[in-house]
């Protein structure tokens, strides 16, 4: 490991039980060129892992979306859930490489970006930076306007300092009714798959569920992790893909397994473009809780999610 003062980076071995696993999933795409975006994705999310937990930073690595084979099909992402924070996105670069490659679909909902070198000649996987706010327009960074490691070190000791964490990024709803889905959101199906941290799942395939073939209903979910709780509570936004004035939605939140009850007091929020609370629940001795209503194109809308004194809170626009 290499640790300097200077110009922090931090050095780790890129091991065969990594390289397995990103064989395992990356052998899915049909393109030679997604393959290795999809293996190189693997290692770098692999590799910020292993960086946080000699942190001791806590993550949830079976949640990124790079175990997904039919999500990376459709988008070029690589993020790691940091618990109770946020998703930051690993980035992958080569050797002597001095540009950074990141997709417009990776720069939605992100704490931050954390720049890896693969050295495959020596086997490593070299963190060189991140960055709080991409410095530019498009895709493609220059890695000196990066930030050394200790900067993402002061940084997660400020988010965990936080006792409300909420989204720097708008949701566009929109988008979704055009196939395009923020990073982090994910079908239900696969929201509620078994959670396994060594990737051994069966292929789902590029979308195929059941919102398109029921009715016209888009539904998409993200995982909400408790300091305390064993099991994440799964919040779930439901679309009408039906092109209208108006657009129906619902807003839910149920346990993985929907049979074990909400925690006590966990209440639901929406809000509207001034914060303000417009509709509230409250579990009581339920399994699930589920709010509806309608807004028009580009109205803005949050929901927050709290127990105690912690809270998630999401942004969207319709």
Known sequence: MNYSHHELTFNVPITQLMRSQADQVSQYQDNPDKLRQVYRNILVVLAVDYYCQCMGIKTNLESSTVWNPGLQLLANS??????NLGRVE???????QD??????????????YIAVVLDEDSNEAILRGFSENLVGDGEVFSLQDWDDLDLFLLKVEEWENQPSVASSQV?????WLRGWVDAGWQSLEALIAPEQPTPAWVVRGPMKSQE???NSVIKRGKLLHFEGMDEAIALLISLDS???QEMDISVEIQSLDRRTELPLNLEISILNDEGQAVMQALAKSTEHIKLNFSGQPQEEFGVKVALGPVSFLEHFVI
Not at 90 to 96: D, G, S, V, W, Y
Not at 171 to 175: F, H, M, P
């Open 99 to 112: 540009t950074v490659m990141v997709s417009r679909e990776a720069q939605y909902d992100k704490l931050g």
């Open 242 to 244: 039906e092109i209208s």
């Open 212 to 214: 398109t073939s029921q």
């Open 171 to 175: 949701t566009q709803l929109s988008q």
């Open 90 to 96: 690993c980035c992958a670069l080569l050797k002597n």
């Open 78 to 83: 690589a993020d790691l859930e940091l618990k």
